[in-house]
């Protein structure tokens, strides 16, 4: 923390502004952080750099973005993201953004132009009279943000930083400092680090409600991604229940994928057994947890809403009943763990017997020489090697990529798989690995395509830090969510990229590379990317003709209006569950 002026030595050196935030920010948990520097910026970037935080200079202010998000959830902690003025700022908005969709806690620190040169056309000129208001106010992208105007105003802007972090959910903060005050003396005291506080206890007589309704009847689980704390406890209370568990992409593995009572998993790249289950033996209500329901997790799909309606539970009092309006729904602000345990304690025993058996689980396609990479075949490669065999976290990119993981793999546990559906960037992943493989101290496995990983990429961060982050890329030159999805609408456009060697292009960053065209390789070779334990990219030649898990996306499309009654029918896919 900063020296006091009044109890300094004679000659001690005060701390500069930039050097107090940066203590204050290790204080209050942070371990990381991730950026592009910049003249404007040099004062925070050199204290950060001095400090117990470690610092990872990426190479483009997104990607640090998306690697920031995935490393706060694979520790825990907040992560800060820096930016210099103007470009190094607005590049870094489209990782803040999905950093506030996906609920991590974020602090951007960035520069802005000092006020005496304001309007004088500085370099790279950052101010209210260039950028929109909602750079520097909280709203939509930031749940806190301002621009400090002098060196006075940090003990103030740390205290509320300090708050936001305190409380449940995600905080996306945005801090934004003058060059000319990032090295001025810095003579007060910051405040002392708030304890973190407990969630407010629930009514006893909403619980009693919500208990009455449970045992009313016949009830299934939805599950969200805010769910994940409570794994557990929600094994626990379906069993009580016997109640038949669903859950969004984000959210697979919370409650286990082999269990008799999971029915499969909703929304993009979901499995046909959940429609299945809702038409032949549709529950009377379902309890939502920590899901905003929104198009990737139901497609606002009439079919999934229940008789008697929702309960929702989620700790923003502004989810519950949005996504379906016209559906009865008992609002429940609170965190799921909160809630999960008030109501255990209303139901010691097991309620009912009613229990949802999964069908079997179908084999995967055996591997063959004499075709082209089947997608789904890699799938089973990937949850034999990457998930069962070495435990690492598995990633996967918006598109195809996407969709086919969610679909084929299976996980047991929650924190094993990550994927973002709301703002759903392409490169998110691709760059996002690298953040997960430092801070989650495991192999981290992303899935992407060919079109994402030449979008967004931070290789060379990877090779920098060594961290063990392989990239498997489903490489059929093209964007392929893009050209089926065109085929089955009827519509037409060009969605073709030039043939890539990526094992080449790692090779010449400096991680490891190589190219596989035959399925009976794809074992062999990433069980070897994995065991390098260090930077590596496997260029994986699939098939491009075979369609993706992705016709309930369509489906919603044609609902919207878009398409031609020309475009071919919903294609057929193998199911795994």
């Given at each position: ?12 050196r005060?701390?500069?502004t930039?050097?107090?935030l940066?203590?204050?920010?290790s ?64 590049n870094?908005l ?9 609920g ?17 056309w ?86 009693n ?6 045992r ?23 069993e ?6 669903m ?18 998993v ?47 539970v ?16 008992l ?54 090697i ?15 990529s ?8 299976r996980?047991t ?28 101290q ?25 961290v ?36 080449l292009l ?5 991680a490891?590379?190589?190219v ?17 334990r260090?930077?590596?990219v ?33 294609i ?6």
């Amino acid at each position: 923390m900063a020296v006091d002026s009044a109890t300094a030595p004679a000659g001690a050196r005060l701390q500069n502004t930039s050097e107090a935030l940066a203590d204050f920010l290790s204080a209050v948990g942070v371990r990381y952080a991730f950026g592009v520097s910049g003249g404007a910026i040099a004062a925070i970037w050199g204290a950060l750099s001095a400090s117990k935080i470690q610092v990872v200079h990426f190479r483009q202010e997104t990607g640090a973005g998306f690697a920031a998000i995935e490393a706060h959830f694979a520790s825990g902690a907040p992560v800060v993201v820096f930016a210099t003025t103007g470009p190094g700022l607005t590049n870094a908005l489209t990782g803040m953004l999905a950093a506030r969709g996906e609920g991590a806690k974020i602090i951007l620190l960035s520069a802005c132009t000092t006020a005496s040169n304001r309007g004088r056309w500085a370099i790279q000129e950052t101010d209210s009279d260039f950028l929109p208001v909602g750079f520097t106010a909280p709203g939509a992208l930031f749940h806190m943000a301002t621009a400090m105007e002098s060196a006075e105003a940090l003990p103030q802007i740390a205290r509320r930083i300090a708050n936001g972090l305190a409380r449940p959910g995600g905080f996306v903060c945005h801090l934004s400092i003058p060059t000319g005050l990032q090295a001025v003396p810095f003579p007060n005291s910051l405040p002392g680090i708030l304890p973190v506080r407990q969630p407010d206890a629930l009514p006893e007589s909403l619980i009693n409600d919500c208990v009455a309704l449970l045992r009313e009847g016949t009830v299934a689980l939805w599950l969200g991604y805010g769910a994940r704390a409570a794994s557990e406890q929600i094994r626990i209370l379906a069993e009580r229940l016997g109640a038949p568990v669903m859950c969004s992409p984000r959210a697979k593995g919370i409650f286990p994928e082999d269990h008799e009572l999971f029915v499969g998993v909703t929304g993009m790249g979901g499995h046909d057994t959940v429609q299945s289950y809702m038409s032949q033996n549709p529950p009377q209500r379902i309890l939502v947890l920590g899901t905003r329901l929104g198009e990737p997790t139901s497609f606002w799909s009439p079919a999934m809403v229940p008789a008697e309606g929702f309960i929702h539970v989620d700790i923003d009092p502004d989810v519950p009943g949005v996504a379906y309006p016209q559906a009865f729904t008992l609002p429940v602000q609170a965190d799921v763990s909160t809630f999960v345990s008030a109501v255990l304690k209303k139901l010691p025993d097991i309620v009912n017997t009613r229990n949802q058996l999964r069908k079997p689980l179908q084999p995967s396609p055996k591997p063959s020489a004499d075709i082209k990479i089947r997608p789904e075949v890699l799938m089973g490669t990937i949850q034999r090697i990457a998930i069962e065999k070495h435990d690492c976290l598995i990633m996967a990119e918006s598109g195809n990529s996407f969709t086919w993981a969610t679909h084929y793999l299976r996980f047991t546990q929650a924190g094993r798989y990550r994927v973002s559906t709301g703002v759903g960037s392409m490169g998110h992943c691709a760059a996002g690995v690298v953040g997960a493989a430092l801070a989650g101290q495991r192999g981290a496995v992303a899935i992407v395509g060919d079109g994402a990983l030449l979008m967004n990429n931070e290789i060379s961060t990877a090779v920098k830090l060594g961290v063990p982050a392989v990239w498997v890329v489903l490489n059929d030159f093209r964007y392929n969510m893009c050209e089926q999805g065109m085929a089955v609408l009827g519509l037409h456009a060009d969605a073709r990229i030039p043939a890539v060697d990526f094992g080449l292009l790692a090779r010449a960053l400096g991680a490891d590379g190589e190219v596989v065209e035959s399925e009976l390789d794809l074992d062999k070779a990433l069980d070897a990317a994995i065991t390098a334990r260090r930077p590596f990219v496997l260029d994986v030649r699939i098939d491009a003709a075979c369609p993706a898990p992705s016709m309930a996306r369509n489906r919603g499309l044609r609902a919207q209006g878009i398409g031609t009654p020309s475009g071919s029918q919903d294609i057929s896919f193998p199911s795994k569950h």
